[in-house]
């Protein structure tokens, strides 16, 4: 039996969860709730994110449930303040909450709608595109960027957080994360992406990123 079923056989409670998606910050902190629905089999965990004043500056909120016989982790929204961002809150709650799925919970993937900054800011912390046409419009969008500067067809990478380490010389944009921006700029829309944590090579480079 799993960690994540004994949370539903009350071997634990929402203590543990809560404490878990605790945000661990030298500045910031936060306020979490978790309901564990027993009977659903359904754990939500909602929080804010709070400032040095104990002003509310973000939110979160997670939803851990079953989908096709696994353990499934519902990233259904983050948000942060324009003043409070790059400053590692997102990227703390993140950390935590995915060495917690691997090393107690065992959650098979993580999966989310992204927008907004979403699609070419989750690659670089794991996450693959989840639709063919997304992927097939980035690798073009890519194939053009390198053809219109070096006049060579490259050998584009078909994993997301691959294709997010692409870089140019220099002090220009990355290449592939510009080719993701001009994708999701074009679409306009949410875009499914999911994060493999039972893939060796997304856990090899959530390792080497110092994610895990």
Known sequence: M?????????DSNEAELNGAFTLQHPRYSSRVECTIDREGRVIFI??????????????FSRRLSR?????VAFHERIYVEKPFRRQGIASAHYRAAI???IHRLNVAYVAMQAD??????WPAFGFEFSEDEDREAIREELTRLFLAETGVIP???????????????????????????????????TMPMVLNLGDPLTLLYLREAGIL
């Open 2 to 10: 799993t960690r994540i079923d004994l949370l539903f056989a009350g």
């Open 46 to 59: 909602r929080g804010r994110f709070l400032g040095a004043e104990g002003q509310e500056i973000g939110m």
């Open 67 to 71: 989908s096709g016989g696994r353990w």
């Open 99 to 101: 060495r917690y799925y």
């Open 116 to 121: 907004d900054l979403g699609p070419f800011v």
């Open 155 to 189: 050998d584009v990478p078909n994993r997301g957080f691959l294709v997010a380490l692409l870089s140019r010389s220099g002090s220009e944009p990355d290449i592939g994360l510009e080719a993701i921006k001009v994708v999701a700029d074009r679409l306009k829309a």
